[in-house]
């Protein structure tokens, strides 16, 4: 099948949705400590905050995606982008810690399920030869507003009230996310030859398994067990660095702007990675990136100083964001666009007891101890598991429909 014109109009469509879902999502490291000032929390009941909000996005988005593969990404995602902006806009509200895990938790998860998914997933049917770049300049949109977002907000925190920077941020997803949800598109379905078989990266959108042929595929269990090791990894740093770079006397704006320059890593990864393992092969890279993003926490445990945590931020950076650009590629490769949305969706579920408890476990380690230290040691060790994991899932090849 040879690409549209409009199929690069859905990869940057898809872009501007998922920049402005995790430019929300990790503007948490900004808010973070007016959380704590406004309602006396510590830093593990102020990690539940992102925790819930992450849980529920990754749990739910098989619902999303389901949801999509029904109805389409642009009634979906609209729907995510009215209810991200309803969940920040009552956050701005809220008169207690328990009040913003329902408004930016849960509501704002909700939001970002409905989107997440939908539109990353919505990229792959549109192409072949060049699916792993397309899937790599969309997803970078994940790296563009965890770069910009979490600054801009910080620097909105500065002249404001934070409630007030939230309402703007509201406002901001309302107008830009409609405008983007409104541009995406299901990829004109093309069928297969009868009985011929599946080759990854070529293919109809309309070939492949259903989702629960998906499921009990031994390719599809590795990968997600891959996923389920590797998210506490993943998603630790996002709520912690900030926090971590504050231990050491260094400033706000530097503190904030580690989550940026994740997201400059991020870009990056995305990007050149995507070109890279069209040719390398994305099973491959994505192995090599799973032990890529543990060898990183080396440099945070070493850090003591600007230097080294900003090394710690571009290296991790690019290695999250790689794989995180790779994992739709590889289910259209893998399963075929049949039910990719769904797929994706259910995969993605894998991250969220990880992005729940990974971050509190990690600032209730902090509370007891006083640093870091162990949590690294561990997260090492999930990196390893979810690199042998990648690999056993590549060994056992395409699910064959």
Request: net charge positive; charged share 10%.
């Amino acid at each position: 099948m040879k690409e549209t014109p409009y199929a690069w109009v859905v990869v940057w469509a898809t872009f501007a949705c998922l920049a402005l879902i995790f430019g929300v999502s990790y503007s948490f490291a900004a808010f973070f400590e007016s959380f704590a000032a406004e309602f006396s929390a510590q830093r593990a009941d102020v990690s539940w905050i992102f925790g819930l909000s992450g849980f529920v996005y990754f749990v739910l988005g098989a619902g999303g995606g389901m949801l999509a593969d029904r109805f389409g990404p642009r009634v979906v995602c609209s729907a995510g982008m009215g209810l991200i902006a309803l969940g920040l806009l009552a956050t701005s509200w809220a008169t207690s810690l328990m009040a913003v895990y329902v408004s930016y938790g849960l509501l704002v998860g909700l939001g970002i399920a409905l989107v997440y998914t939908p539109s990353i997933a919505s990229v792959q049917p549109w192409f072949t030869t060049r699916r792993g770049l397309a899937g790599g300049i969309a997803s970078s949109g994940v790296g563009a507003g965890t770069l910009l977002v979490p600054v801009l907000v910080a620097m909105a925190i500065g002249p404001m009230p934070w409630r007030e920077a939230m309402q703007l941020l509201a406002l901001a997803v309302l107008v830009l996310g409609l405008l983007a949800a409104g541009l995406l598109r299901r990829a004109p379905a093309t069928q297969a030859a009868p009985g011929a078989p599946g080759v990854p990266g070529e293919g109809g959108s309309a070939s492949g398994l259903t989702l629960r042929e998906t499921l009990r595929s031994p390719t599809f269990r590795w990968l997600y067990l891959a996923t389920v090791l590797a998210s506490p990894v993943m998603f630790i740093p996002f709520a912690h660095v900030s926090a971590s770079a504050r231990d050491l006397g260094l400033g706000e704006a530097f503190a904030v702007g580690l989550v940026g320059l994740i997201g400059v890593g991020s870009l990056v990864g995305r990007f050149a990675i995507g070109l890279l393992a069209d040719r390398l092969g994305r099973a491959q890279t994505l192995v090599l990136m799973q032990l890529s993003m543990g060898a990183s926490y080396v440099l945070w445990g070493a850090a003591g100083g600007q230097a080294m945590l900003v090394l710690f931020a571009l290296w991790f950076g690019l290695s999250y964001g790689s794989i995180v650009s790779l994992l739709p590629a590889i289910c259209m490769d893998y399963f075929g666009g049949r039910s990719v949305a769904s797929v994706v969706g259910t995969l993605y579920s894998g991250a969220a007891l990880g992005n729940l408890l990974g971050p509190v476990l990690a600032g209730a380690a902090f509370d007891l101890s006083g640093h870091y230290l162990g949590v690294m040691a561990v997260c090492g060790g999930l990196a390893l598991c979810a690199t042998w994991a990648s690999r056993q899932m590549k060994r056992c090849g395409q699910a064959r429909y």
